[in-house]
Each structure stands twice: as C-alpha cells, then as structure tokens.
C-alpha cells in the first residue's frame, strides 16, 4: 500500500468507528507502520469521524514529525509497541462502551480480562492482559505496553479503555470490533450463568490457529 492508500484507509476507518459509536468526541487513536522507520498516526486532539488526510501525522521511530499536525499524546505508547514488536504494524486505541466499562470493573485478571466463552475472541486475540490505571499519555502506560508487547494483541487499560494491535490496520480494526462485541454479550449476560469454553476448548482453537 502507499502512503496515501494507508492514510485514506484510516480517515474512512476512523469514520467508520465514529459514526457506529466506537468513539466520541476526541477520543481514540489509529496509527500503522508506513515502513521500517515510519509510522503514520492520528492528530492530538482530533476526531475519528473528521479526521483529513493532509493532517495525519507521520512519524520516525524516535517520535520526530515528518508529516503533518502533532500527533496525539498517546503516540508515545504506539511507537513503543512498534519498536518492541516488528510483527506488530497497525494499532487501534478506542474508549469504546463495553470494552471501558470491563476497564472500570474491579477484580479483573490481570492475565486475561474476559474469560473465553465465544471462539472468535480465542481465534482473533487470544488473551487480553490488563494494564493497571495511570494517567493516559503516561510514560508507564508506554512501559507497561512494551514490557507485554511481545505477549499479547489486545490490552486493556484499567479506568481507560482498549490498545488492539494487528498484521494491518483492516485486522486490527477487525479484532477492536470482535472484543467490543465480546465484551457486549459479557454484559448482556450479567445475572446468568454462562458457559465458559473449557481449557480444552480453548486449546483446541489455538492449536488450529497455528
Ligand atoms: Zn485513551
């Protein structure tokens, strides 16, 4: 893809998300590497749904602006995620509904904030390890991600709400919109008692995404 293919898919993505109600006022971020030493990233303090293509920002792995506004505050823990991961090429950051208010849940698992019961949360991310709380923007935040960037696709940000990586920006949307659901059903499902995959199950699913 070029350049300009890549940043047009992330206005039309951005947009996407904003209209369905994935984010809202100026909340969330998008970015995806461009190449080896760029990455392409959403302006600080812009909208998903009004989001321009000569504005986005792009970056050099060190967080100089090559391109473009200055990038949203939380770039920072982007470009970590990048420099840890080279598998890692596109991460999608929303404050969506569901996925936030499991952040603000108490007693969460640290390793694994939904238990499994659907196949496609297994077969898409797997595991969504949970980030304790810390200002957004924070260095930590950037730590922490980075300690666990090599360990995981999908993270929750404790009181704030969702970092999901992918192999694209498509596949990274694609996942963000699978845990948002996911994490629907789990609260639609509040009082009942649910079903959980068993370990083998579960098992069974990784194995075959292998
Ligand atoms: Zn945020």
């Given at each position: 893809m070029t350049d300009l293919e890549q940043k047009e898919l992330m206005v039309q993505?951005?947009?996407?998300?904003?209209e369905r109600g994935y984010s809202v006022g100026g909340a969330g971020n998008l970015s995806v590497r461009l190449d080896e030493?760029?990455?392409?990233?959403?302006?600080?303090?812009?909208?998903?749904?009004?989001?321009?293509?000569?504005?986005?920002?792009?970056?050099?792995?060190?967080?100089?602006?090559?391109?473009?506004d200055k990038p949203s505050k939380e770039s920072v823990f982007h470009?970590?995620?990048?420099?840890?991961?080279?598998?890692?090429?596109a991460i999608v950051h929303l404050h969506c509904t569901y996925l936030t208010a499991l952040s603000?849940?108490?007693?969460?698992?640290?390793?694994?904030?939904?238990?499994?019961?659907t196949p496609y949360y297994v077969m898409r991310v797997g595991k969504m390890q949970v980030i304790p709380y810390y200002r957004p923007g924070s260095p930590e935040i950037a730590r922490e991600l980075s300690e666990?960037?090599?360990s995981g696709k999908a993270f929750l940000l404790a009181n704030h709400g969702v970092v999901v990586t992918g192999a694209d920006l498509l596949d990274a949307s694609d996942n963000?919109?699978?845990?948002?659901?996911?994490?629907?059903?789990?609260?639609?499902?509040?009082g009942q008692k649910i079903r959980y995959l068993t370990d083998d199950e579960v098992k069974d699913l990784e194995n075959r995404g292998k």
């Amino acid at each position: 893809m070029t350049d300009l293919e890549q940043k047009e898919l992330m206005v039309q993505l951005g947009r996407s998300f904003y209209e369905r109600g994935y984010s809202v006022g100026g909340a969330g971020n998008l970015s995806v590497r461009l190449d080896e030493n760029r990455v392409l990233v959403t302006p600080t303090g812009s909208s998903l749904g009004r989001l321009k293509v000569e504005r986005l920002s792009v970056l050099d792995m060190d967080g100089n602006v090559l391109e473009g506004d200055k990038p949203s505050k939380e770039s920072v823990f982007h470009l970590e995620m990048y420099r840890k991961n080279p598998k890692c090429n596109a991460i999608v950051h929303l404050h969506c509904t569901y996925l936030t208010a499991l952040s603000c849940l108490q007693g969460l698992d640290p390793t694994n904030a939904m238990k499994a019961f659907t196949p496609y949360y297994v077969m898409r991310v797997g595991k969504m390890q949970v980030i304790p709380y810390y200002r957004p923007g924070s260095p930590e935040i950037a730590r922490e991600l980075s300690e666990r960037a090599l360990s995981g696709k999908a993270f929750l940000l404790a009181n704030h709400g969702v970092v999901v990586t992918g192999a694209d920006l498509l596949d990274a949307s694609d996942n963000t919109e699978e845990l948002e659901e996911t994490a629907k059903l789990f609260f639609t499902l509040q009082g009942q008692k649910i079903r959980y995959l068993t370990d083998d199950e579960v098992k069974d699913l990784e194995n075959r995404g292998k």
